[in-house]
């Protein structure tokens, strides 16, 4: 085989390896019984599965959407093919059924982080691509192994959070949006330097009837 010859078979065989640009559901976070949509953009057509299974999921075009109505928490994958090589990417669409908690929070690094006037504050949002509108803030608590206490504020309301404490004080509201926490920092820590690494608070949420 010429060196030419090689080149070009190599260049064939890069060309014929199946991509997967995206793959989300929007929202991800859901009642049950609400619809969302999944939205994919592929090399080649696919196809859709899930756990647990679902009869109406199989084979998709590379470019598409399609509405899903899961019961329960669901892992749903996207495989696609090209030639003898495979590629998948899966994805969890949660399902809020009962009160249950999920963690909201986000690193110090985060942009959004300020430590002024002795305290450490960060900005959180929970998008709306992202959570169901119907769920609703029943009680926010902290994160486990936290001790220390949080200032709260979401969507006009405020409310100071401590250890094993948690407020019922944004009952009613929805999730999503936009949530400032901060903390008054100990006598040893100080702006910059031993600092804790994130801010993070339990939400318990329920969906609206």
Not at 3 to 30: D, H, K, M, T, Y
Not at 176 to 190: D, H, I, N, V, Y
Request: net charge neutral.
């Amino acid at each position: 085989m010429t060196r030419c010859l090689r080149a070009s078979l190599l260049l064939f065989v890069l060309g014929c390896s199946p991509g997967i640009q995206s793959f989300r559901a929007e929202p991800n976070v859901i009642c049950s019984g609400a619809p969302t949509t999944l939205s994919w953009n592929a090399s080649d057509d696919g196809t859709l599965s899930s756990t647990p299974p679902d009869a109406t999921l199989g084979p998709v075009p590379a470019i598409g959407t399609r509405a899903v109505t899961p019961a329960a928490a669901t892992t749903y994958r996207l495989t696609v093919k090209s030639g003898w090589k495979t590629v998948s990417r899966d994805l969890g669409v949660e399902v809020v059924s009962v009160p249950e908690a999920k963690t909201i929070g986000a690193s110090v690094a985060d942009p959004s982080t300020t430590c002024e006037g002795n305290t450490l504050a960060v900005t959180v949002t929970a998008p709306a691509s992202a959570w169901d509108a119907r769920i609703q803030v029943a009680t926010v608590g902290l994160a486990p192994g936290v001790d220390r206490t949080y200032h709260i504020e979401h969507a006009g309301r405020s409310a100071d959070v401590s250890a094993g404490a948690p407020s019922a004080a944004f009952a009613g509201l929805p999730v999503q949006g936009s949530w400032r926490l901060s903390t008054p920092l100990a006598p040893t820590e100080a702006c910059g330097r031993n600092v804790p690494r994130s801010l993070i608070i339990e939400v318990a949420s329920t969906c609206a009837r």
